[in-house]
């Protein structure tokens, strides 16, 4: 799988999922500037992210996007997500171009599909490295 397309980042110093927005479209989207927070409320507002216990899955498909990538993000502190999601110890973010080929689709399904796995989600609220193992 395409390393670039997997950035994990531990400890991180946010306290929202607006400074969550803020920090993935600052610190780790390669230059491009979107505005996450306003493309991920339309998305919020079809359900909810919350996938497991402390763990939320923020995805979007959208044509603004250069390449799709996935983050995971463990804040230093457990943060309040929304009025409904409380004590979110892993975030982990799917922005997928709205073109993708489907070569990349299928690694992220790939990835999607890990997701099931109790021991897997363990693995990523647990580790200390900062390459996952896909």
């Not at 992210?49 to 939320?56: F, G």
Request: aromatic fraction near 6%; charge should be negative; hydrophobic fraction near 40%.
């Amino acid at each position: 799988m395409n390393d670039n397309r997997f950035v994990m980042k531990l400890d991180v110093p946010i306290r929202s999922r607006a400074e969550c927005f803020q920090f993935v479209s600052d610190e780790l989207m390669d230059e491009e500037k979107i505005d996450l927070s306003g493309l991920m409320a339309e998305r919020e507002e079809n359900g909810s992210v919350e996938i497991a216990e402390e763990i939320v899955l923020p995805h979007l498909e959208s044509g603004v996007l250069d390449k799709s990538q996935i983050f995971i993000i463990r804040p230093e502190e457990k943060i309040t997500w929304d009025e409904k999601i409380h004590r979110v110890k892993l975030i982990i973010m799917i922005l997928l171009r709205k073109e993708e080929t489907d070569e990349v689709k299928r690694e992220i399904s790939q990835f999607t599909r890990k997701l099931a796995d109790d021991a897997f989600l363990d693995y990523l609220m647990e580790t200390n490295q900062p390459n996952i193992e896909i």
